[in-house]
């Protein structure tokens, strides 16, 4: 990503364990090298006595069975589970906990995950503190006696915020508390939480994991038995299962995961280089450039990043956001990210439409705020379509 190579190093083997972890030809018995889809919902067992590995299409299925230990080889951990989307893996972490229990949540979040806690999970008596994980005293300060769970992104999501992971997770454990990460926007081939000592870690498989705006899908993955076995029991009997196709498809795209994010953190770094020089752009956020405010923890704890920026434009209001996104002819003006076609949005008008005004204010969700999620086109149709639209919001 950067210059000079300062960032993690990248796993060397990610890419074969993509391709052959879970894949086994030999757990078929036609040696297929591609994982045969499992349709069905009901497995004829041989006795009352000796149940098979799969009873009902619920409880397991082998197109779900080889996802998910794929996806756990890669994120470095022993279990996952996947449910039917991203915000159902969240709902699935929420569940653990009991009523009057007390999170601390990240202030800076998705606003599906937002409004999930808000609306739903206040309602039945959990306790919730929104705080700024980038500043650990913020953490500790917030810190209860019931205070069970943190909950954080990192980068978040939108204003690509770093908490150092490791920090976190020593206060955390100190006090017996679990901690849980969403870790959509970075997938596992950059970041891996639990090798910082983070209990929990999430993605969205909609976004960059699924990587072509196909699936809706997301997984858990943990090292801890006992979580495992509860997680286990939530995705059982809470419903919320992926399908035996959207499994295939996320199977699939994890082959080609490494090769993806490598184009994704190669574009978005020449397409953030370039709007920090453009005239009509007061800032960038990019945890790969050095003016970012912790570029040095992102170093620490990431061997890159994916082909999220978050900009600002310069003294744009509502009418000159929107101009700019409708003006954008080869960029989708579109609410998901980590799809292989550049997508950009509003923020304030979309994703996090349902927050008060003075909370997107003072979190820097302003109305000429832009989240970009580059894909893999040519970076050059990429500049050049952000500066004429640009120039059009002005016009």
């Not at 190669?266 to 752009?281: C, D, Q, R, S, W």
């Amino acid at each position: 990503m950067s210059d000079n190579n300062e960032f993690l190093p990248l796993d060397e083997t990610y890419g074969t364990k993509a391709l052959f972890v879970g894949s086994e030809a030999e757990q078929w018995n036609s040696l297929a090298t591609v994982p045969p889809i499992t349709m069905s919902t009901v497995f004829k067992q041989a006795s009352l006595d000796e149940p098979q590995e799969f009873l009902y299409g619920r409880f397991g299925n082998p197109s779900r069975k080889v996802m998910e230990k794929c996806i756990a080889a890669l994120e470095c951990g022993k279990y996952c589970y996947s449910y039917a989307s991203g915000l159902g893996a969240i709902h699935a972490i929420f569940t653990l906990l009991n009523a009057g229990d007390h999170v601390i949540v990240g202030d800076d979040i998705y606003g599906g995950s937002n409004a999930l806690i808000n609306k739903i999970f206040k309602r039945i008596g959990l306790e919730t503190s929104f705080v700024d994980t980038t500043d650990l005293s913020n953490v500790e300060k917030a810190f209860k006696p019931n205070t069970k769970l943190i909950f954080i992104e990192s980068p978040t999501n939108p204003t690509l915020k770093v908490t150092d992971l490791e920090e976190i997770a020593k206060l955390a454990k100190s006090r017996n508390i679990l901690t849980a990460i969403d870790n959509t926007f970075l997938t596992s081939y950059f970041q891996k939480p639990l090798n910082f000592g983070f209990d929990i870690v999430m993605h969205s498989c909609t976004k960059y994991i699924g990587g072509h705006s196909d699936v809706t899908m997301g997984v858990l993955i943990t090292n801890c038995e006992k979580l495992a076995s509860e997680l286990e029991i939530i995705q059982m009997y809470g419903g919320s299962v992926p399908s035996p196709f959207d499994c295939f498809l996320v199977q699939r795209s994890l082959k080609t995961l490494s090769i993806r994010m490598d184009v994704h953190q190669k574009n978005g770094y020449a397409v953030a280089k370039f709007l920090e020089k453009h005239p009509l752009i007061e800032k960038v956020v990019h945890p790969g450039l050095p003016s970012h405010p912790q570029y040095e923890i992102t170093k620490k704890q990431t061997s890159g990043h994916s082909g999220m920026i978050c900009f600002y434009i310069k003294d744009a209001e509502v009418k000159q956001t929107k101009k700019f996104l409708t003006s954008l002819k080869m960029i989708i003006l579109g609410g998901s990210v980590g799809g292989v076609k550049t997508l950009a949005q509003s923020p304030s008008i979309i994703s996090h439409r349902q927050m008060p005004r003075e909370e997107k204010l003072r979190l820097g969700i302003t109305d000429n705020c832009i989240r970009l999620s580059i894909g893999i086109e040519s970076v050059k149709d990429l500049t050049a379509d952000l500066d004429q639209a640009l120039k059009a919001a002005f016009e």
